[in-house]
């Protein structure tokens, strides 16, 4: 069944986008905002103040020091009450807290944000569940209303445990054009710009922070890939079996660029078989880590996270490396042309056909017992 969560985002007073948090999350008797940062812009904790009924609600940091949401508690008898934000003692608005869909609790499930690439959604959703996949979480880069009556004639989405978030932000953070001098002199003559500029990716960025407070309690593992990246497990043959078979707590999986011969993105056969009738082609080497790498890993094991890996996790946490003849992600980039533009590709530019790319499992096929932990897989660390 595919449901919607509507976030509510709260703004800055500016003539253009300025968020102060792309969402107001409540979970239990626990408000959480989301930092929306911009090369001019930011929102710490110390210039927030929120209040219901009068009453200032206690705030912090979750996660220190990588920060990636702020956190306050409710008392009992306010839970209801209209919540007031102010920044920097500026009225930012009035807000009916909402409660969000209660998901019950699953193994293994995707997110992903998505926007013009959205036809893919089905064949993705499709083989992903193949493999073992329960739940799918999509943000779309937009508003829902303009792809909802497409989404809702797909039965691989309509017929699937399908969660679409409204994500509408700007991708690039729209800050003011400082310049490298402009942003020294906002952040200090110390600042790592290199760091200050990967808060212009920003829906994204948004959305990795979002996604590990949104769903925690709600899955004990969680994919972050694209809906050009398609895993594929060699023994057993689907994602879901390998990652119970191992029993670790965060799998790194490395990346090859492929694509088909037809230059379409994969999608099921009329027979309903994997890519029954086309040829892959792929790049004859994987990349290595940390590049160009995906992850799948238990949520309550993860604080903070770049696109490609896991930034900050436990320090017990158990982590691997996969070799890629065990199992691997194929990127096809036929609608994007990323791999050439970005001469990812090896040196050589040599391209091979692919016969690793094996089909999943039938949606219900029975599961293997566990597997031993094997030598091939190292931890990392």
């Not at 979480?137 to 989404?151: A, S």
């Not at 900050?312 to 990127?331: C, E, F, K």
Request: glycine share 6%.
């Amino acid at each position: 069944m595919l449901n919607i969560y509507l976030p509510q985002p709260v703004y800055a007073a500016h003539p253009y986008e300025r968020l102060i948090s792309a969402d107001i999350l409540r979970k239990g008797d626990h408000l959480h905002l989301f930092p929306a940062h911009y090369p001019d812009f930011s929102t710490p904790l110390s210039a927030m103040e929120l209040r219901q009924r009068g009453h200032v609600l206690p705030g912090d940091t979750i996660w220190k020091p990588d920060v990636i949401a702020q956190q306050y508690q409710m008392a009992p008898d306010t839970a209801e009450a209209p919540l007031e934000i102010r920044l920097r003692g500026d009225y930012a608005g009035t807000f009916r807290v909402r409660t969000p869909p209660e998901l019950p609790k699953v193994f293994l499930t995707a997110a992903t944000l998505f926007k013009d690439d959205y036809p893919q959604l089905e064949a993705w959703v499709d083989y992903h569940a193949a493999q073992g996949f329960d739940r799918f979480v999509l943000y779309y880069n937009g508003h829902i209303d303009t792809i909802l009556p497409e989404l809702l004639a797909r039965p691989a989405l309509t017929s699937r445990d399908v969660l679409l978030v409204q994500w509408p932000f700007s991708y690039w953070a729209d800050g003011v054009p400082l310049g490298n001098e402009g942003l020294l002199a906002q952040h200090g003559d110390d600042t790592d710009l290199s760091q200050v500029r990967l808060n212009w990716h920003h829906a994204q960025h948004l959305m990795l922070n979002h996604v590990l407070v949104f769903l925690r309690g709600t899955t004990e593992y969680l994919g972050l890939f694209d809906l050009d990246e398609y895993f594929c497990a060699q023994t057993p043959p689907r994602v879901v079996d390998f990652i119970k078979g191992y029993q670790q707590d965060i799998y790194i999986f490395q990346s090859r660029w492929a694509e088909l011969t037809s230059n379409r993105v994969p999608g099921w056969g009329d027979d309903r078989h994997f890519l029954a009738t086309e040829e892959i082609e792929a790049a004859a080497e994987w990349e290595p880590f940390p590049h160009r790498t995906k992850y799948i890993a238990r949520l309550d094991k993860i604080y903070a996270t770049r696109v490609h890996y896991p930034k900050t996790s436990d320090d017990d946490a158990r982590v691997v490396v996969v070799p890629p003849h065990l199992a691997g992600i194929y990127h096809f980039h036929c609608f994007s042309g990323k791999a050439s533009r970005r001469k990812f590709v090896n040196p050589t530019g040599q391209w091979v056909g692919v016969t690793d790319f094996q089909e999943p499992e039938p949606p219900h096929a029975a599961e293997p017992a566990p597997l031993p932990l094997r030598p091939a897989l190292q931890l990392v660390g």
